[in-house]
């Protein structure tokens, strides 16, 4: 017989699996914590004071390509139960309808243009199924795209081409630049 009875091994050994999770999953739960906290927005510029907690952050989507997804996400005041949990993403690349009424292509060019950063290829036409399906240009470290016909709610006015450049982004890949 070894050091310990088998009449006592089996407890023992269940009490350090117990005890090992109890660790691991405050540990978890500890990082999970720090992560929430760092991510908390408190404040916005020209915000007024709010009551209810945001949070914005990046989510990894592909580690590989260094791809991730913005996030920003407000808790509910109150009914929390019966709200539908909303979390607003945006990918790498930043999009807009070309007739979008609501933030205007003129606007975001100017704010893009404030912004200074290097332009690593300039405006060009994109194709879907050999028409013009927008316009894009490429800054260092952000890609900006417009959906020609399209409005604030890109995938309600040109369904097809919001899931091109959906998939393109996914599969890291360019939009198409001449017609095929």
């Not at 990082?31 to 510029?45: G, M, T």
């Not at 807009?96 to 036409?125: A, F, I, Q």
């Amino acid at each position: 017989m070894g050091v310990f009875s088998s009449s006592l091994f089996l407890p023992l050994l269940l009490f350090f699996c117990y005890y090992s999770s109890i660790i691991e999953s405050s540990e978890t739960d500890n990082d999970f914590v720090k992560q929430q906290e760092a991510d908390r927005v408190f404040s916005l510029p020209g915000q007024p004071p709010v009551k209810f907690k945001q949070y914005a952050g990046y989510v990894t989507v592909n580690d590989t390509h260094g791809r991730a997804l913005f996030y920003w996400f407000f808790e509910a005041t109150h009914d929390v139960a019966t709200k539908p949990l909303v979390l607003w993403l945006n990918g790498g690349e930043c999009l807009t309808g070309d007739t979008d009424g609501r933030v205007p292509v003129t606007s975001t060019r100017y704010t893009l243009n404030k912004l200074g950063l290097k332009t690593v290829h300039e405006w060009s036409p994109w194709y879907h199924h050999k028409q013009v399906g927008g316009w894009t240009i490429i800054y260092e470290g952000l890609t900006f795209v417009t959906i020609r016909g399209a409005g604030h709610e890109v995938p309600t006015f040109a369904p097809g081409q919001a899931l091109q450049l959906l998939a393109q982004f996914l599969a890291d890949q360019d939009l198409p630049s001449a017609a095929f």
